[in-house]
Nanobody, 124 residues
Framework: QVQLVESGGGLVQPGGSLRLSCAAS????????MGWFRQAPGKEREGVSSISRNGGSTYYADSVKGRFTISRDNAKNMVYLQMNSLKPEDTAIYYC?????????????????WGQGTQVTVSS
């Protein structure tokens, strides 16, 4: 049974940093593309970043390029999202997702399994 559990969210001031973690279980991470998505109140869920099976390719939404970094550790079944220079508009629930698709990009319809999400609030 595929399970994804996010952690690391919280309240941070503008300009601060957070590192989100996604613990995967019930499947072998090596064969899955991983993605991070977010959903702010009243808005659709949007793709933030994704990473290929071996970590060789990464993709970012324009709004987070240069500030966020996605990484994965297949041996530990973990995926991470390092978020720096956070802005109030980054406030959202952040979700980890996975798919066996080779190239899934940031299209949420390509992802089959989702975690429950972790809240990130950027506010002074």
């Amino acid at each position: 049974q595929v399970q994804l559990v996010e952690s690391g969210g919280g309240l941070v001031q503008p300009g601060g940093s957070l590192r989100l973690s996604c613990a995967a279980s019930g499947f072998t991470l090596d064969y899955y593309t991983m993605g991070w998505f977010r959903q702010a109140p009243g808005k659709e869920r949007e793709g933030v970043s994704s990473i290929s099976r071996n970590g060789g390719s990464t993709y970012y939404a324009d709004s987070v390029k240069g500030r966020f970094t996605i990484s994965r550790d297949n041996a530990k079944n973990m995926v991470y999202l390092q978020m720096n220079s956070l802005k109030p508009e980054d406030t959202a629930i952040y979700y980890c997702a996975t798919t066996r698709r080779f190239r899934a990009g940031l299209d949420r319809t390509n992802y089959e399994y989702w975690g429950q999400g972790t809240q990130v609030t950027v506010s002074s």
